[in-house]
């Protein structure tokens, strides 16, 4: 008698142990951000941040069609543009890339100045956490808050560091009929 209620106990217990440890897990790997504390252009510059869906980017500069989300920010200032390209899953209403996204080539950084001799840096780690801050929204209407924090390291001299950082909201640039 006591074996036949030991097996019902035991599924029971387990159902409840994983389904409290996937629930657990969940709330964890949410995405909170809050809009306190928004990057500013810098003074004299211009600044743009946009996404676009159904893209991709090849090089730094290139957006052709694909299967993710592309977040991209533009400062342009003093003879130099500075442009950070982000690409996100197209699935959900928020997202998290680690530096493991970061070193795969999820984000690329690129800094042009005609007039400057400019050491190339690459990303090296950070992360980006971004938020659809608008859900109910077409996605033609809507906006997303990102937040990124990306440490970058030249190329050639490993020991010249450089971080980048954005917390903004980002704007669609595309028109979905």
């Excluded at 409290?20 to 743009?48: I, M, P, R, Y």
């Excluded at 690409?87 to 998290?96: E, L, R, V």
Aim: glycine residues 6%; aromatic residues 12%.
């Amino acid at each position: 008698m006591k074996s036949k209620l030991i097996l019902p106990v035991l599924l029971f217990s387990s159902t409840v142990f994983f389904s409290s440890c996937s629930k657990q897990k969940s709330e964890k790997d949410e995405v909170k951000l809050d809009d306190k504390n928004l990057t500013t252009c810098s003074t004299g510059s211009d600044c743009s941040f946009l996404f676009t869906e159904q893209a991709d980017f090849e090089g730094y500069t290139n957006l052709k069609p694909g299967t993710y989300r592309v977040f991209w920010s533009i400062q342009q200032g003093n003879g130099i543009t500075n442009t950070l390209y982000i690409k996100a899953p197209m699935q959900g209403k928020s997202f998290a890339l680690t530096k493991a996204d970061i070193l795969a080539g999820k984000i690329q950084v690129n800094s042009s100045c005609p007039s400057c001799y400019m050491i190339p840096f690459k990303p090296v780690d950070g992360y980006v956490k971004g938020i659809n801050a608008t859900p109910d929204k077409q996605a033609d209407q809507t906006k997303w808050l990102i937040e990124a924090k990306i440490f970058m390291q030249a190329n050639d001299y490993p020991q010249l560091k450089d971080t980048i950082f954005i917390k903004q909201y980002f704007h669609p640039n595309f028109v979905n009929n």
